[in-house]
């Protein structure tokens, strides 16, 4: 079983997505801001990291920063999920370590897709 880190403030979006996923048969750890979303990547080993960009306590730019940070960890594949769609956001967010963005809004079997397809390369 794939294990995938949550990081996403908005409790309603991140249960939606949690029961996608866990439908799916991924194990889903939960963070509701950037800080608890590092201390649960420091603490455990995830296959995906699906970071919310707008985020209390640490950003998810910076959540990305210092998990590619840590030389033991930083090979896990990171999807940032942003309101913020511009064309220079979304290359800020690849230049932080994000190796995929997906634009909000998004269908949860859009984002189900995505992890499918980015789990598959893995």
């Known amino acids: 079983m794939k294990k ?8 309603v979006l991140r249960m ?3 029961d996608t996923l866990e439908a799916e048969d991924y194990e889903i750890d939960e963070a509701a801001d ?8 420091q603490q455990n080993d995830y296959d995906l990291a699906i970071i919310d960009y707008m985020m209390p306590v640490l950003t998810g730019l910076e ?16 999807l940032m999920l942003s309101a913020k ?3 220079f956001e979304q290359e800020r967010v690849l230049e932080a370590g994000a190796d995929y963005f997906m634009a909000k809004p998004f269908s949860p079997l859009q984002l189900l897709d995505k992890v499918g397809e980015i789990l598959d390369e893995a």
């Open 85 to 87: 769609s511009q064309q």
């Open 16 to 18: 939606l997505i949690v």
């Open 34 to 41: 950037g800080q608890e979303a590092l201390d649960l990547f």
């Open 63 to 78: 959540v990305i920063e210092k998990i590619k940070a840590n030389s033991e960890k930083r090979a896990v594949k990171i």
């Open 4 to 11: 995938i880190l949550l990081a996403e403030d908005e409790e």
